[in-house]
């Protein structure tokens, strides 16, 4: 049965790391008659400046109808001084709302050929491969009551809600789950459970649900504690699920971990593992067009998308062992780079990636 791709490329670097990715994409599904079928749409900056704002009606209605969407990067100066209703990142925030995109996974791994590129200790974090499981969707970021109110002695008060429902924490527990048993079956569920009656059900429920995945090892740990851990001793982790705003912490906290933006894919997840997947870094407006940017979190991303809604598993490994082997090889764009290795710009990056899939 074919799927179909959307491709939406954005701004700045965003057209150019893409046309990486689409190559590779396309390569692959030749050479492994995947049947994937795809598609172009505009988005953020570049949908502005054709239709008027930053995702038009046909754009959402493709990306709704595509089994995955590939996303390149939004934004830009030139945007920047557009009202925030309409501004590209409207765009991005429409399309993950719309889709109910809840489940976002964020990969940290750090290639043992860069740990030298790395400011941290490479003993610590060296073949660093982590993936935090964070809910997008819910919890204090989004619950009801919240504001700002003027209590009785006149005194301004803030004040938000975290909650969480049953039916919320058991999807992105599902989502959780899933991803652990496609890496190495063991799973940290993170909350404040001594504290947050909200995490309490959290943690219950996770407990629960570890019962439909038996294979899965699963620990609990206070997020404050967490955060210490994954500066301590960031190896012990292999899938992280949490919260909405633990989540985005630290996942933040993680991606720095490897210090290499140009190499962090993510995923956003829908009930149906319809999913839309992006690097984790921008548009870099400040290197765009020269051609130098790194264009392996897209295609690790694209690996990523082949895993989790195309159901490709074991082309997504041959494309991240791909990335590896470029690696070896000692390839790197300027971002990566140090020295002693060979430092090539974003088409020949890309090549290296089609060379060795191509021999492999
Ligand atoms: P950024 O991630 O675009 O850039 C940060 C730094 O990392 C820059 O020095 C850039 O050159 C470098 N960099 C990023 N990606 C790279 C790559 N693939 N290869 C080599 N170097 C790379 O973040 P920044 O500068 O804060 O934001 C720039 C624009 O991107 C803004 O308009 C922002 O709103 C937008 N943005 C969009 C995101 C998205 O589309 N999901 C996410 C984050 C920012
Ligand atoms: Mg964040």
């Not at 921008?282 to 067009?289: E, F, K, L, R």
């Amino acid at each position: 049965m074919s799927k179909n791709v959307l491709i939406m490329a954005g701004d700045g670097i965003g057209p150019e790391i893409m046309e990486q990715a689409e190559n590779v994409l396309r390569f692959v599904n030749e050479q492994e008659s995947l049947g994937l079928e795809f598609d172009h749409a505009l988005v953020g900056g570049a949908s502005i400046d054709a239709a008027g704002v930053p995702l038009t009606e046909d754009a959402l209605k493709l990306a709704k109808a595509s089994d995955a969407i590939l996303f390149g990067a939004i934004g830009g100066p030139k945007w920047e001084s557009l009202e925030i209703a309409i501004r590209p990142e409207k765009g991005l925030l429409r399309l993950r709302s719309e889709m109910e995109l809840f489940g976002n996974l964020r990969p940290a791994m750090l290639y043992p050929q860069l740990a030298e590129a790395s400011s941290l200790k490479p003993e610590l974090v060296s073949g660093l491969d982590i993936l935090i499981v964070r809910e997008l969707t819910g919890g204090i970021y989004f619950g009801q009551p919240r504001g700002i109110r003027t209590l009785e002695n006149g005194e301004r008060q803030g004040y938000n809600t975290y909650v969480y429902s049953e039916s919320e924490i058991i999807r992105i527990g599902r989502v959780a789950f899933e991803a652990a048993m496609k890496r190495g079956k063991k799973l940290c569920s993170v909350d404040k459970a001594n504290v947050l009656e909200v995490t309490e059900l959290w943690r219950e429920i996770m407990t629960d649900l570890n019962k439909e995945y038996p294979e899965v090892k699963l620990s609990h740990m206070y997020v404050d504690n967490a955060a210490m851990q994954l500066i301590r001793a960031p190896k012990q982790f292999d899938v992280i699920v949490t919260g909405n705003m633990f989540g985005d912490i630290l996942s933040d906290a993680a991606a720095m971990l490897t210090g290499s933006i140009g190499m962090l894919p993510s995923a956003s997840l829908d009930k149906n593992n319809k999913g839309m997947y992006e690097p984790c870094h921008g548009s870099a407006p400040d290197i765009a067009g020269q051609g130098i940017a790194n264009p392996l979190a897209t295609i690790l991303s694209a690996a990523m998308m082949l895993r989790y809604s195309l159901g490709h598993g074991a082309t997504a490994d041959r494309l991240e062992a791909a990335v590896s082997k470029v690696l070896d090889q000692g390839y790197r764009t300027a971002d990566i780079y140090s020295e002693g290795t060979q430092k090539v710009s974003t088409s020949q990056m890309g090549e290296a990636v089609l060379n060795v899939l191509k021999s492999s």
